[in-house]
């Protein structure tokens, strides 16, 4: 078993009683997820993504299996405050999660509950809110904003835990396109600087490009991983009604004209800049 990072071993999710013959919302599955890693989660409803996140965090117990953080059982309630920790998660409805009359309270709460320092809290808060983009809402009442301010504020109130895995479930639905934007750009940030763990789901294939790997899930099972590049060649997406973002078409594209274009190359402009070299 590896200390650092996330593992599945054969887990198996039934809500219901399963003597009753339901399907499982999560069948036999087996993945680890390595720390650092950028990873992304799609799959059509009822696929079992938000499952597998709410198991992360100790929010779901396996029926069957095991699932470890840092070597952590999620399953151990003694070890639940140190996963909790460990693991941000921002849900896919942020009325769910904000509690507090104020943002700044709701963004400072958990840090409080850490028992840190009042100029360590302030600092988080202050970071929190730079990353998010609220620093203008610091006063504001949570349930006054919008629903993507929300989200924001969500975001916010995870990232001042300052967790090693940060789960985001459809973080961007409630986002305009700038908002949306931004986000994308923090987490790279998060990920590539502050060397935290991002495990995104969205519908919107576009949100997971900048992923190093993809899981596909399809009934509660791994369907398809691999790199953006590798899943969205794959003819076995199609059989699910996924889309394919823009830039991997194209990239499609040139290959069944045996043009090869690098991993690294993500969006249509880091496209158009590659092809452009090659003039
Ligand atoms: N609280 C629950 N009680 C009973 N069944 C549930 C519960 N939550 C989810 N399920 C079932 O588990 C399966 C997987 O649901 P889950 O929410 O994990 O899918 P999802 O891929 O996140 O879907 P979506 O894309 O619609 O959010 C579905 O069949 C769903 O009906």
Redesign the pocket.
Known sequence: MTAQGIEFVNVTKH??DYSQGK?P?LKDISLSIRKGEYVGLL??????????AKLLNGLLKPTDGKVFINGLDTANIEQLPEIRRLVGMVF?NPDNQLISPVIEEEISFGPENLGLPISEINRRINWALQVCGLEDKRHHAPHLLSGGQKQKVALASALAMLPEYLVLD?PTSMLDPTGRKELLEQLKVLNKQEDMTILI?S?NPEDLVQADRLIV?DH?SIFLQGTPKEVYASAKLAELGLDTPTVYQLINQLGSNGYSVPENVKSVRELVDYLCLQL
């Not at 799959?43 to 597998?52: D, Q, R």
């Open positions: 809500y219901i399907t919302a799959g059509m409803n009822g696929s079992g993504k938000s499952t597998l896919q459809e789901i519908h899930l509660g």
